[in-house]
């Protein structure tokens, strides 16, 4: 049974429950009644990315429910690598949903949570019933392993995600100093960031590949001011979060990337059926590395209702532009067959 550490009779406000999984349990947080809102996190944030959805859904009249996803936060941080492959946060969510007494969820990701709302909608059609993807196009299985494909994308440098293929690796660059790394790296995908002077293309890909020999860190700016939408004391909630917890958890969703591509065989090339929004950012990385996976949306989200890149919006979507997203987020819940 869910367990509830703050009253539930406080309706107004968010109460934080856990929700029981083999592996220990998910935190998440809910407020208002209605329709439940499945709202998913991506790295490196927590439940409370979701912060400016909370009170605005509620508003609408929906049951808004941010969970941090394992790994994260007050969620269990399994131990084995293949703990966190997409099908088990895909079971989580149905874990959540069951802890909550209801049926069906409109869920909706930013980030890695897109990918992980996606198959939640790919994989159990029957229990989420809509799904609305921030910041990273549904992308289907493909043909390529993925570690393949994203060895080739870093070009004479090294992706990202390759980096964070090698436990313990990118952990060594990113806990000595959790706050100041996590500054770097929020300030440096914001929309507000300057242009990296090297991003000869203007996909912004240059901000993620590491130098060789040297740490993604090294991409971020020296001594950047905060962006506007995101407060010391914000900074401090999530520092506060990874200090506790460590990065493995988190990173080890990166290193299930091929694991996925195996189990997820049966599905290749399949599309997502249910109702569908996307919002990104048009100086948000993955607009333009994943052009290709937005422009075939027709095939791949038949049931796509409404593509929105915002402009001079950058990687943290619902937290730079909260009104703007809270405005299309309901708009759309509200278009969708009761």
Request: proline share 8%; glycine share 10%; hydrophobic share 40%.
């Amino acid at each position: 049974m869910p367990q509830t550490t703050e009253p539930a009779d406080h309706p107004a406000g968010p109460v934080h429950r856990f929700a029981e999984i083999p592996e220990g349990r998910i935190h998440f947080v809910e407020q208002g009644t209605g329709p439940v809102v499945l709202l998913v996190h991506g790295f490196p944030e927590s439940w409370y990315s979701w912060r400016h959805q909370m009170a605005a859904l509620a508003a609408a009249g929906y049951r808004a429910v941010a969970i941090d996803v394992r790994g994260y936060g007050r969620s269990s941080k399994p131990s084995e690598v293949s703990a966190y492959r997409m099908l088990a946060h895909v079971a989580d969510n149905v874990a959540v949903l069951r802890a909550l007494g209801e049926e069906t969820a409109i869920i909706a990701g930013h980030d890695w949570g897109a990918p992980i709302a996606a198959h939640s909608a790919l994989l159990r059609p029957d229990l989420f019933t809509a799904v609305a993807l921030l910041s990273v196009p549904y992308t289907p299985r493909g043909a390529t392993r993925p570690t393949e494909a994203f060895a080739r994308l870093g070009g004479d440098e090294e992706f990202y995600i390759s980096y964070f293929q090698e436990p313990g690796r990118a952990e060594a660059e990113i806990e000595p100093d959790v706050r100041g790394w996590l500054a770097g790296i929020y300030t440096g995908l914001s929309g507000e960031a300057k242009p990296a002077a090297d991003d000869q293309d203007g996909n912004g890909l240059t901000r993620l590949t590491v130098p060789a020999g040297g740490r993604l860190s090294d991409r971020f700016a020296a001594d950047s001011p905060l962006p506007s939408w995101l407060t010391e004391a914000d900074l401090d909630h999530y520092a506060g979060e990874f200090e506790r917890s460590g990065l493995t958890g988190a990173l080890n969703r990166y290193r299930n990337v091929d694991r996925d591509w195996a189990d997820l065989a049966a599905w290749q090339g399949a599309p997502i059926t249910r109702p569908a929004l996307f919002i990104g950012g048009d100086r948000d990385a993955p607009t333009h590395w994943l052009a290709d996976a937005i422009k075939a949306f027709p095939v791949t989200l038949p049931a796509l209702s409404g593509s929105h890149i915002l402009e001079g919006c950058g990687h943290w979507v619902q937290q730079e532009r909260p009104d703007e997203v809270n405005r299309l987020l309901v708009d759309w819940l509200r278009s969708l067959p009761v």
